[in-house]
T-cell receptor
Framework: QKEVEQNSGPLSVPEGAIASLNCTYSDRGSQSFFWYRQYSGKSPELIMSIYSNGDKEDGRFTAQLNKASQYVSLLIRDSQPSDSATYLCAVLLGNQFYFGTGTSLTVIP | EAGVAQSPRYKIIEKRQSVAFWCNPISGHATLYWYQQILGQGPKLLIQFQNNGVVDDSQLPKDRFSAERLKGVDSTLKIQPAKLEDSAVYLC??????????FGPGTRLTVL
């Protein structure tokens, strides 16, 4: 069983819409959760981190964590073509990070 | 603040040859990670160092891969001998005690 699962996509949304990216994890002991954005041919860059249940907002990005459901999501409001990338969910369990395979997002102008 | 540095950025070798990658983490970051990212997949942890000690190397193919972090700063990852399936991007990341990782630009390895 994979530690972190994401829909690989591709997910396509029109410019200005809300993009919703989802991630589930298998181990209830996971303590920290991260969303990374990775443009094609580039390395991952951190967008958001979240540690407690609820929502965390940063500009157009909102991370949501539900530990009871073992679910973390990322909402991108007012999506822009520059948001087109692969979004990686990562979970910290103990002292080891586990990454999902990523969801490819395309924002259509 | 300077980011994580890696070199080379690209490397093409033939199978059975050896190759080495270098990483310089963000200054003051105690933890250093090496990941392998195959096209279309998420990063897979190969080895994690805390200062100059190994924390986790359970997914490192030790028959051909080796890594060291002398003096708790720079690190090198070596593959000897390389196989076709080692073609991937090798990412180095570092973190301080806040547990957020920052990635370097990666080294794209092609094994022919």
């Amino acid at each position: 069983q994979k530690e972190v699962e994401q829909n690989s996509g591709p997910l396509s949304v029109p410019e200005g819409a809300i993009a919703s990216l989802n991630c589930t994890y298998s181990d209830r002991g996971s303590q920290s959760f991260f969303w990374y954005r990775q443009y094609s041919g580039k390395s991952p860059e951190l967008i958001m981190s979240i540690y407690s249940n609820g929502d965390k907002e940063d500009g157009r990005f909102t991370a949501q964590l539900n530990k009871a459901s073992q679910y973390v999501s990322l909402l991108i409001r007012d999506s822009q073509p520059s948001d087109s990338a692969t979004y990686l969910c990562a979970v910290l369990l103990g002292n080891q990070f586990y990454f999902g395979t990523g969801t490819s997002l395309t924002v259509i102008p | 603040e300077a980011g994580v540095a890696q070199s080379p950025r690209y490397k093409i070798i033939e199978k059975r040859q050896s190759v080495a990658f270098w990483c310089n983490p963000i200054s003051g970051h105690a933890t250093l990670y090496w990941y392998q990212q195959i096209l279309g997949q998420g990063p897979k942890l190969l080895i994690q160092f805390q200062n100059n000690g190994v924390v986790d190397d359970s997914q490192l193919p030790k028959d051909r891969f080796s890594a060291e972090r002398l003096k708790g700063v720079d690190s090198t990852l070596k593959i000897q001998p390389a196989k076709l399936e080692d073609s991937a991007v090798y990412l180095c990341a570092s973190s301080s005690y806040t547990d957020t990782q920052y990635f370097g630009p990666g080294t794209r390895l092609t094994v022919l």
